[in-house]
Structure formats: structure tokens, C-alpha cells
């Protein structure tokens, strides 16, 4: 009996750090938070690009070409009105 009532003891906890585990959270996932600070901002006369953006209350890290842009025509936010964008080369060309 000691046995069984420890087996369920310790089933029980392994069963809520995986839970835990497998439900991880993020911080900012729809990208609508602002930022304090950024590396560049561009432009395609349609949308403002904020790349490598940065702040408390971000959630992520942007390098290189990486950054948050607005929705417009063909181009739409799943979520709210910003994007994550990943870019290849410099956004500075």
C-alpha cells in the first residue's frame, strides 16, 4: 500500500512538471507591444518596418533583418496589427 500510495505520489508530480513543460508561454506573441528602442526603420511606402526593435516588455530578440512591421493590403497580422519579420540581407541596402 505504501508503495502503490508513492507510485501515485510521484505520477502525479511527473505528470504536472510535463504539463508545465508542454504549455510553454510567450511573452508579446501577437508583437503589439511597443518598443523603447530600435535599429533601423524602413519603409516599402505601404508599411513601416521597426527592425531589431527592443524593450522590457518585448518577448523577443530581433538581429539582422528581424523586426516588427504594421498590416496592410496582402500582407495581414494574424493577431492585431503587427507581424515579426524576418528579412535575408541588410535591411540598410
Known amino acids: 500500500m505504501k508503495s502503490l500510495m508513492l507510485s501515485l505520489v510521484l505520477a502525479a508530480a ?4 510535463g504539463a508545465r513543460a508542454a504549455s510553454p508561454s510567450l511573452i508579446n506573441d501577437g508583437f503589439e ?11 516599402d511606402g505601404h508599411v ?4 531589431r526593435p527592443a524593450g522590457p516588455n518585448i ?6 533583418g528581424g523586426g516588427v512591421a504594421g498590416s ?5 497580422a ?7 519579420l524576418l528579412q535575408l540581407g541588410n535591411p540598410a541596402d
Open 14 to 17: 511527473l505528470h504536472a512538471v
Open 33 to 43: 507591444a511597443g518598443w523603447t528602442s530600435y535599429g533601423l526603420v524602413g519603409s
Open 48 to 51: 513601416t518596418f521597426v527592425y
Open 59 to 64: 518577448g523577443w530578440t530581433f538581429q539582422g
Open 72 to 76: 496592410y493590403d496582402a500582407l495581414t
Open 78 to 84: 494574424y493577431e492585431g496589427q503587427r507581424f515579426g
